[in-house]
Every structure is written in C-alpha cells, then in structure tokens.
C-alpha cells in the first residue's frame, strides 16, 4: 500500500511548490506595487501643494499680476514666454562665463569634460558668442513668440486667470519632451546634411569643446528651425494650447537644460552633459535630447563604445567621473 502511494507524492510536492512560489511573488509584486502608489501618491500630493496650496499661493499671486497688467494680455504674454525665460538663461549664463573666463572656484573646473580645452576660454571668442545669441534672441526669439500670441488666442485663453491643475502640467510637461525630442532630432541631422552644414549648422560646430552661452550660438535659420531654439520648443505649447505660466516653466526648463548639455562640465547632481557634449567632439553621433531615436536609428554606437558613455549618468558623489572612470590607455604593441 505505502508503494502504491509513493507515486503521488512528488506531484502533490511538485504543486505545492509552485502554489508557494506563486504566493510569494504575488505578495512581492503586490507589495512592491502597493509602495510604488503610495510612494507616487505622496510625491504627487506634496508636489501638487507646492503648485497650488499653502493658501492658494501660486495662484494669489498669478492674480496680482493679472491685475497689474490690466487686460494687456500681449504684455503678459510676452513676460512670460520671452522675458522671463531669457533671464533665466543669461543668468545661469553669467555664472557660467566667469567660470569659464578666470578658471574659479576650483571646485567646478575639475569636472571639465574636455580637459585642457577652454582652461581658460578665449575671452574674444566667447564675447562674439555672446553677442551673437544676444541677436538671436532679439531680433529672432522674441518677434517668434509674439507671433505665436495670435495662435495661442486662437487655442484657447493663454492669459486667462485660473492656473492649469498640477496634473494638467506634468502631462502638458510629457508632451513638450516628446515633440521636442522628434522635431530635434530630425532637423538636427538634417542640417548636418553635408549641403547645408557647410553654409549653416558649421556655425554652432565652431565650438568642438562647448560652453553654456554656445547653446544658443547658431545660425539665424537653425536658430528658427533646430537646435531646441524655437520650434522644437514651441510647437508642444501649441499644440496642447497652453497656458502662459506652463510655457514661462516649459522655456526656462528648456534653456537652463540646453544650457547644461553645452556647458562643458559635468557636475554633481545636475544632468549629464556628456551626450551632447560628445556631439560636439565627434559631428557625427548623438544628434537627439533624449537619446532615444539615436538608439534607434543608431547614431550613437561610437558614443557607446567610449567612456563618455560609461560617465553618462547622474554624478552623485563629488569625486569627477574622468578620475573615477579614466580613459584606458591603449598599450603599444
């Protein structure tokens, strides 16, 4: 009898193994989901009341400045998506150009990308590049957003008094990125089309070794068109017809930003520039923001076969990633 029962036995364990091991992922599964939305839920609470609690705060104020305009709503159209983002821009630029001129502190000229380039940058060099993105935004960036205006009127109501919902924003946010990132990427190597890079985009190629202010050094066309100037950053704001405070953040995030990715230093906690800043080195590899349509069209297959690549990451400790992850040296034959 007890031979007869012995076949039974390694099913029944066999089942109630997988029964066990089912239980136990879904309970880890089932916890690690619960975390995650309690974890999203509470950052999304705490961030929303940063956006519009703690007394209605953001939007109080928004009101105040409705009402000191007094119906000029190109005016504040105009504060919003051109001034104030360009003030943004200049300012981190400032603290960049000293760095850059005099070479201190120490403390942000030791996480130079390119080491031994611009140390210090050609004061010449870097005041014509100045200049030049000051002429671009003049004479280009500010008329550009006061004819986007007439569109946004006709979206919606760019001015209006009631502030997009936090929600509202972070999807608004989403959507910029990604048109951002299609529209660069393809304009992008469209003008290093050898017919065009020659008479445009060489332009901004001036700079192999970048620093903040050449983020907007460009061509007056690939200032309209490329380069996350103008167009790529525009047309999600226009196509979600949005509101003037989401376009006034969307602007100063895409500045300060592009304002990183040229800036020739890799520094703690900020995002790394070494994607773009390897573009500048080598022409040919990493045309995109994100990165995303260069691994699939594979523009960035030399970048990933370089250190560059392995310091591409989020620098969350002080020690410089070319000290922590040197260059190997290629040992004679």
Not at 12 to 23: A, I, N, P, R
Not at 50 to 58: I, T
Not at 189 to 209: D, Q
Not at 318 to 323: E, F, G
Request: proline share 6%; aromatic share 14%.
């Amino acid at each position: 009898m007890a031979g007869e029962a012995l076949p039974h036995l390694p099913p029944q364990t066999h089942d109630g193994q997988l029964w066990d091991s089912v239980k136990k992922t879904a309970f880890v599964l089932g916890t690690g989901l619960l975390t995650f939305a309690a974890f999203r839920n509470t950052l999304t609470w705490h961030l929303q009341m940063f956006w519009g609690a703690s007394g209605d705060f953001w939007q109080a104020h928004w009101g105040k400045l409705h009402n000191y305009f007094d119906g000029n709503e190109l005016a504040l159209f105009g504060l919003g998506s051109a001034i104030i983002p360009s003030l943004s821009f200049w300012t981190y630029n400032a603290v960049l150009i000293f760095i850059d001129l005099t070479g201190k502190p120490n403390f942000f000229t030791r996480y130079r990308i390119q080491l031994g380039k611009n140390d210090p940058v050609d004061p010449a060099k870097l005041r014509h590049a100045a200049i030049t993105v000051l002429c671009n935004q003049v004479f280009i960036s500010f008329p550009m957003v006061l004819l986007m205006y007439p569109f946004m009127k006709w979206r919606g109501n760019p001015c209006g008094t009631e502030l997009p919902t936090f929600h509202w924003v972070l999807l608004e946010l989403t959507v910029f990125v990604l048109v951002e990132e299609i529209l660069f990427y393809y304009s992008h190597r469209l003008f290093h089309h050898p017919i065009i890079y020659k008479h445009v985009h060489k332009k901004h190629h001036e700079w192999t070794a970048p620093v903040g202010v050449v983020s907007l050094y460009a061509h007056p066309l690939e200032h309209i068109v490329s380069l996350s100037n103008m167009l790529p950053s525009m047309v999600g704001p226009m196509l979600m017809g949005s509101h003037v405070a989401t376009i006034m953040l969307w602007f100063c995030l895409a500045l300060v930003v592009t304002t990183i990715t040229h800036c020739g230093y890799h520094l703690p906690f900020l995002p790394s520039p070494e994607f773009h800043d390897f573009h500048h080195l080598k022409f040919n590899q990493c045309y995109g923001v994100l990165g995303v349509l260069d691994r699939l069209h594979g523009t960035d297959l030399v970048f990933k076969q370089t250190k560059a690549y392995d310091r591409h990451t989020l620098l969350l400790g002080l020690t410089p990633l070319h000290q922590s992850i040197p260059e190997t040296t290629i040992k004679s034959d």
